[in-house]
């Protein structure tokens, strides 16, 4: 449940979040939605109820295109062509990297990883 609010509001506002940042410019929604992250973030570590904890990861969820996505093509239109190529390489080995260890997490701690990761 408290995956599936979190995904629900990503889904809804995959949809919004970038043609906001087409109509409004892309630094605005980036940092409306880092600090709304920020926040929402907070108040899931500080929640102390199940309902709240609810609320707060679909509007985490609803944020997560907005910083992402946005945040991804900002980014790359702030920089040169050289140091896209660097970017490119850190993000993708930083994501390569936390894949291989959620592999040897599942690995060492569920027997059935295997299935957990093949999908």
Do not use: H
């Amino acid at each position: 449940m408290l995956g599936s609010a979190f995904f629900i509001g990503w889904a809804l506002f995959s949809l919004v979040s970038p043609p906001l940042a087409d109509k409004y410019g892309r630094k605005p929604v980036l940092v409306i939605n880092t600090v709304a992250a920020l926040s929402f973030g907070t108040g899931i570590l500080l929640s102390s109820s199940i309902d709240l904890t609810i609320g707060l990861l679909f509007c985490l969820g609803c944020t997560v295109p907005g910083f992402m996505s946005v945040g991804f093509l900002y980014a790359q239109e702030m920089m040169t062509l050289s140091q896209r190529k660097t970017f490119y390489l850190t993000y993708y080995l930083f994501d390569s990297a936390v894949n291989i260890v959620a592999v040897l997490a599942y690995w060492f701690i569920d027997n059935n990883y295997f299935w957990i990761t093949a999908a």
